[in-house]
């Protein structure tokens, strides 16, 4: 067809199209009539039809449904980089550019991050506290604060060791942003030369407010210095389960009755670079032996909500799991080809 006879033919078409509309629109106002006869039901559809998918975005999961209340729970999370992610959260007064994000001084110390002599490999970052004598501690600020209700026992738990004689006892406490009043603690044994775990539950009372705006501290009294490591704070969970999920988020996704859960999904997969895909084989062993990774929307995954707890949701749910997994593709555009020997590193 030349560009002359092309015009008159578009017009047409145009016309054809307009003048269809405007009949439709004259044909708007004429009564409509639909009958449902519930005696003849259609297709029947499947149950399996229906199911979630859900991606760590927006923490969506740390922060979200997995209940741990630390955030930078490793030391390891990186500073905001102004985009990505969720909006950045106002630093407490006392932060100190020296600190792990998230984490304050307290009290008449030194507060630094240690390299030296970690836990294990997976988690390579400590914070040692300085004593000079009085009271000090480091206070972390959580996911836009730590939620504290009355009537409530919580669950801490953090590696320690002591130093420089130091082998008194650590409080870990909650402590409201208003007036820094406790409305729970408790304190540890007495604190090894060496790396132990100390568990201990804080209850707060019936007088204790309901509110966000809280942090919870770590604290220690005397000379030498004390040193953490995977620090955990876990409200109630859902069924009562340890390292487990949120309850009011998991009740309302229980009476949606899904069937299936595809999971992690999105581009959390992918990730960024190779180095930090969505790698279900370090999310398998107990959390404190899981590296974390750094995720795609400006934030780092504690990877503390890994495949054991995926499959815990799915279980608490009953719901079948779809586990989505890394096909050779990140989204800086690079990838390896199917059935190729670099592939088979990441699927075997």
């Known amino acids: 067809m030349n560009r002359t006879a092309t015009v008159p033919f578009m017009c047409a078409v145009l016309a054809a199209l307009c003048g269809g509309l405007a009949g439709s629109a004259a044909k708007a106002d004429a009564t409509a009539t639909l009958d449902v006869d519930v005696d003849k039901p259609g297709v029947a559809i499947p149950k399996t039809f229906y199911g979630l998918m859900t991606e760590e975005i927006n923490h969506s999961y740390d922060g979200g449904l997995f209940a741990e209340l630390i955030q930078n729970r490793t030391f390891q999370d990186p500073r905001p980089r102004g985009r990505g992610g969720p909006p950045p959260q106002t630093a407490p007064q006392n932060a100190s550019p020296q600190l792990p994000i998230h984490w304050s001084l307290i009290g008449d ?3 630094s991050i240690d390299r030296e002599a970690p836990v294990n490999a997976a988690l390579p970052l400590s914070l040692r506290l300085d004593l000079s004598g009085g009271t000090a501690g480091v206070a972390n600020d959580g996911y836009w604060g730590i939620p504290v209700r009355p009537d409530t026992t919580y669950t801490a738990s953090f590696y320690a060791k002591g130093g420089g004689g130091f082998n008194g006892p650590v409080t870990a406490s909650l402590v409201l942003d208003d007036g820094n009043a406790a409305v729970a603690k408790a304190d540890s044994p007495a604190v090894t030369a060496s790396w132990q775990k100390y568990t201990m539950k804080l209850t707060t009372g019936h007088e204790a407010p309901t509110t966000a705006k809280a942090q919870f501290v770590l604290s220690a009294k005397g000379t030498g210095s004390v040193t953490f490591s995977l620090v955990s704070l876990f409200p109630p969970t859902y069924q009562d389960r340890p390292n487990g999920l949120r309850p009011d988020l998991m009740k309302l996704m229980a009476d949606m009755h899904p069937s299936f859960i595809r999971l992690p999904g999105g581009n959390y997969v992918e990730g960024s670079t190779f180095e930090t895909r969505f790698n279900w084989k370090e999310m398998i062993g107990p959390p404190d032996q899981r590296p974390g990774h750094m995720g795609c929307w400006g934030y780092r995954s504690s990877d503390g909500f890994g ?18 997994v890394f096909a050779g593709y990140v989204l800086s555009r690079k990838h390896v080809d199917a059935g190729s020997p670099e592939m088979a590193q990441y699927t075997k």
Not at 307 to 324: I, N
């Open 307 to 324: 495949l054991p707890e995926y499959l815990l949701w799915c279980k608490q749910l009953d719901a079948e799991p779809v586990l989505a």
């Open 109 to 111: 110390g030194k507060a």
